[in-house]
């Protein structure tokens, strides 16, 4: 049940990114959260939700990579 809720947050984030969206909530902080998580399906959502975010805030993205890319798991 708690991926699923994971999941769901996850693509919620991701429609809203495709808008330009974020109505508060930093997509970077909530991948701070997931980034270690035990499910490769939630590593891979965030990575979705970064990339989205990658087509409306490149800079922001490319920043957040090269702080995180050494503690980032690979999927």
């Known amino acids: 049940m708690e991926i699923q809720l994971k999941l769901q947050g996850i693509i ?4 809203m990114c495709n808008i330009n969206d974020y109505d508060g909530i930093d ?5 701070d959260r997931l980034m270690n998580d035990e499910h490769e399906l939630v590593l891979k959502g965030y990575g979705w939700m970064l990339k989205s975010v990658s087509q409306i805030d490149q800079p922001s993205v490319e920043q957040y990579l090269i702080k995180n890319h050494a503690v980032m798991p690979r999927v």
């Open 27 to 31: 997509p970077f902080i909530i991948s």
């Open 12 to 15: 919620m984030k991701l429609e």
